[in-house]
């Protein structure tokens, strides 16, 4: 059993974890609970993100999307939407210098990798946001820690912003992508 001070912010007894010191001590050990739960599982979600990034490297899908729209969550679904999307991504240097053979069956390979990667994060982004919303307006959290955990918040978003720049720097001239450019 491991006890650390009442001043840490993790007190691991009895095998729960309660987070201390900035959750409304009123509130008891279930909110602690809930707090280091929802944290707990957004950890493992930029986990699963860090392998999904990893994998989309590997297998060179980043630039199969050619395009941001932070708000549109779906794919294409017909063929014609299908081929639009495989039209914009024949217009890359990717496709030009790397990939010219590549079909539109081959095409979706590498695209799903990537829709996946973006879904993921926008995922990760509103499972934080709105418990902390939610734990803030509740006063389950006090300010300071809403300030800290909405500039991780902030972070995460400048992440997925960094992302896109990185490749947009592989659409223009060489097909690399690059956080340099």
Request: charge should be positive.
């Amino acid at each position: 059993m491991l006890r650390r001070s009442n001043n840490s912010r993790l007190d691991w007894a009895r095998g729960r974890v309660f987070v201390q010191g900035n959750v409304a001590a009123a509130k008891g050990p279930r909110v602690s609970a809930a707090i280091a739960a929802w944290l707990l599982l957004c950890c493992g979600m930029v986990f699963v993100m860090v392998v999904l990034g990893g994998l989309t490297r590997l297998t060179h899908s980043g630039l199969s999307m050619v395009e941001w729209q932070p708000l549109s969550v779906l794919p294409p679904f017909s063929e014609a939407e299908w081929e639009a999307t495989f039209a914009k991504y024949r217009l890359s240097p990717e496709f030009r210098l790397v990939n010219s053979d590549m079909t539109l069956a081959g095409f979706k390979g590498i695209f799903w990798l990537e829709y996946i990667h973006r879904l993921w994060g926008r995922t990760i982004g509103l499972v934080f946001a709105l418990p902390l919303a939610f734990f803030f307006l509740k006063r389950m959290i006090d300010a300071p820690l809403a300030r800290r955990l909405a500039g991780i918040l902030l972070l995460g978003g400048l992440q997925g912003l960094m992302g896109w720049v990185m490749v947009k720097s592989g659409l223009v001239d060489a097909p690399d992508v690059s956080h340099y450019r």
